[in-house]
């Protein structure tokens, strides 16, 4: 039973709008309230570090992401300048 709840609370999870981020904070609490014993909260500890382990997983991802795109920004502008002094190369044959 705590499996089916907590699945629940983790279509709410990242909620930013209003709705139904109360919908997560009831849940929380009625969850917090009703399962008591060690073995219960052992299950709710373990799935909040499965949680805190995902965003660490997608934040990961997205700094991935990011430092791609700034390396090819910076491969960008090293191919844009080299090709400027190409073509400035080819207005005086002579260099």
């Known amino acids: ?19 139904n981020r109360q919908k997560f904070e009831i849940l929380l609490a009625e ?20 949680g805190i382990n995902e965003c660490a997983n997608d934040i990961k991802e997205v700094k991935e992401k990011i430092e791609l795109k700034e390396q090819l920004k910076a491969d960008y502008l090293s191919l844009h300048y080299y090709s400027q002094f190409q073509q400035s190369i080819q207005y005086f044959p002579y260099l």
């Open 31 to 50: 969850i917090a309230s009703k399962y008591t014993s060690e073995e219960d909260k052992l299950i709710i500890k373990q799935f909040v570090q499965d």
């Open 1 to 19: 039973m705590i499996h089916k709840d907590l699945a629940k609370l983790k279509m709410y999870i990242g909620a930013t709008d209003t709705e």
